[in-house]
């Protein structure tokens, strides 16, 4: 993802955590390395950047299927998530990370509560993340208060964190559960700790319009106005924009996290990514938490991601699978301010490296690696995993996890968090 | 899928190739059989049944990407089909049935040419598939006539072939692509011999167009005037259909297939499943061939089926868990006249059963069965296969295909195809 295309018969070397060579094989046959891997019939790619999600929600897993989002979060989830205590979501943050190495995802952006066990888990599985303590205030001015002063000092925290394998955010829900006040807080507050913002954009066409009755413009407007685009923003969802709104997400270079199978289980519309992209805005891709998808996936977001753009515009050469992949590499290392790390194999970054094993009859014949990738391959075909040149996962066996243990402390927390 | 629930603890015992018993696995302590499967941790459900497809199109996985359905066909697809031989074509069946016993898929509905092929490929792989010679005329009369008589001679020797894993139909390509006599006369065949008809059906907006002018009223009117509807039909897309259009199919009892990744792929629109299965339309489900999909995984088509569902009517309560279930089982049986013989698992039916491994991370917690199915599986969790009673693969070790020769052979064969 370099731009410099596809090596065949390509070899990769590795020094403390970073990639010190990239190209042909035959350059390395006298190079004497510690560990050696032979990835023969598979193909080296820069590990996945899921942009949006909420781990700890494996928890809630097919918990409430098939309802609007109102009852799903009003009858459902919000009553769990009273329940959660730190040590729940430690459990389901820690499934959560297998599920990602499983999958072949290396860095992920998650938004959550008690997100100090979010870093835990992540500090425990090896994994890259870019954490934030969510700030709701939904009309309880107090809670606002609370949860900014929260939110601010996990950020402060955590930064750098687990050999700087942890970065952080502020994370305010969204513009129509924080008030005005609120937002330039954290605007402030953001901009003097120089870190982002995570927050969800235009998601709902409901609140879409609540927030217009109330304030008089739509979301990005006011956003913009406040001077909150002002931060380097990490936007979910954008569903719901005019034009005037996405000349403001490209205007103030929002990145816009695109969000398909969560917006299409929720039955909340389609994201006009291509549209976003033809204005300049990087785009990265998301699965949203485990609850609304309900997989953390990213090659099958990959895949939904290009066939619902495509439907979209009824035009089938949208989103074409190297822009897929781009999406979910290195305009997703963009979205996190990461990209001088992290998002492709070149000289000088992080090794964040995942093999998939191509030798699958649905991967079978090759034609096109970009195509394999993104259209036939699962987040099972994945069989080593890497970061900052660890290995987390080789032959399908995690290293940093015991998956038996992790699935049975979620399956028992899940049960008694029903039961509480 | 026999309307009874699910089972905990329960077993399942099967007797020359039929379902004996369904129940707690308590009843079955004593009885002694031949071959056991302890199937802990894992749930039995009855194979999948993927409606419309073209199977050997696996040899061209991937060869031509992000382009419209027109260009793909003219530059690419058509000048390789023309020099397929035979051979080939078994070739890439058997690839094709691998990828589906691999992905817990027990019964296909294909058509293609030389599809002796495929009726081969299916006898060895041990699958269950209803399959037809495709008949397309393209304003050639010669040509047609020559293909009609190919399809009729194919359904005629293939019908109860392999033990009767085979079932034909006769295969018009479309109403647009087959001249009216020649339709009249495949409904004749189709009903002397008392078998179905597979076709396309309203697949692409500009041929709607293009058909509306030509005969002054839509595909499915035309096919209703001309008697067409009479026969077991089996319609793949649907996509273009005028209100009166669905209530044709609904009063004609047409069987439609719903295939929404190759539709989404390709840019074409989304069915309105939920008005034909409101109309008492009887709706199973299809990957398409691998060439526009680019999988045959059936968990991935459940998976998007309902996602594509929820966001045409932007309705989250649209295509529940286990009404998508039911399309690609019961459903799918009765779209392919077997519903005497599979899409349940039920005393008396065939044993075509696949068992789906719920210990994975990604299927933990288990809430809810029917959501780990449709949203959390995939096709790489189906650890065994049976068909008729008979083993395919057990453990994921495929017992009736040699793996590494299907997929060496294809890589070889699409190879050749390219320079030939």
């Known amino acids: 993802m370099d731009g410099k295309g596809f090596i065949e018969d390509g070899a990769l070397t590795v020094k403390n955590g970073k990639i010190v060579f990239v190209g042909k094989s035959a350059a390395t046959t006298n190079i004497e390395a510690e560990t050696k891997i032979n990835a023969k019939g598979k193909v080296a790619m820069p590990g996945l950047i899921n942009c949006h999600t909420h781990v700890p929600m494996t928890l809630f897993r097919g918990i409430a299927e098939d309802q609007p989002l109102d009852t799903w979060l009003k009858e459902t989830i919000w009553p769990l998530e009273a329940k959660l205590r730190p040590e729940d979501v430690y459990v389901g943050a820690l499934l959560g990370c297998l599920e990602m190495i499983k999958s072949g995802t290396t860095c992920f952006a998650d938004m959550y509560f008690h997100e100090d066990m979010v870093a835990k888990a992540t500090e425990k599985s090896g994994l890259r993340g870019v954490l934030a303590e969510g700030i709701i205030e939904a009309g309880h001015k107090m809670l606002g208060k609370i949860m900014f002063h929260k939110s601010v000092s996990f950020a402060k925290r955590f930064h750098g964190y687990a050999n700087d394998r942890v970065r952080t955010m502020l994370g305010p829900h969204a513009a129509y559960s924080c008030r005005p006040d609120l937002l330039k807080k954290i605007t402030e507050r953001a901009s003097e700790l120089n870190i982002g913002v995570h927050l969800h954009l235009a998601e709902s066409n409901t609140m879409f319009r609540e927030f217009e009755k109330k304030y008089g413009s739509s979301e990005v407007e006011f956003l913009d106005k406040i001077g909150f685009l002002k931060n380097h923003v990490l936007a979910a969802h954008c569903i719901n924009l005019s034009r005037e709104d996405m000349h403001i997400l490209s205007k103030c270079s929002v990145n816009v996290v695109h969000v398909p199978v969560a917006n299409m289980k929720l039955g909340l519309g389609a994201a006009k990514i291509k549209d976003l992209v033809d204005l300049g805005v990087n785009v990265g891709l998301g699965t949203d938490g485990p609850a609304s998808n309900n997989s953390l996936d990213m090659f099958e977001t990959m895949k939904i991601a290009a066939l619902l753009q495509k439907i979209t ?51 079978k014949p090759l034609h096109n690696i970009y195509a394999s990738i993104v259209y036939s391959a699962r987040g099972s075909d994945v069989d080593t995993v890497i970061v900052n040149g660890k290995i987390l996962m080789e032959n399908r066996q995690v290293k940093t996890l015991d998956e038996q243990t992790v699935m049975e402390e979620a399956e028992k927390t899940s049960l008694d968090l029903m039961c509480r």
């Open 313 to 363: 515009y009824q035009n089938p050469t949208v989103m074409p699978v190297y822009e897929v992949l781009e999406m979910a590499t290195i305009n997703g290392a963009k979205a996190l301010g990461l990209e001088e790390n992290v998002g492709s194999l070149e000289v000088g970054k992080k090794a964040d490296i995942v093999l998939v094993d191509l030798s699958k009859p649905h991967l």
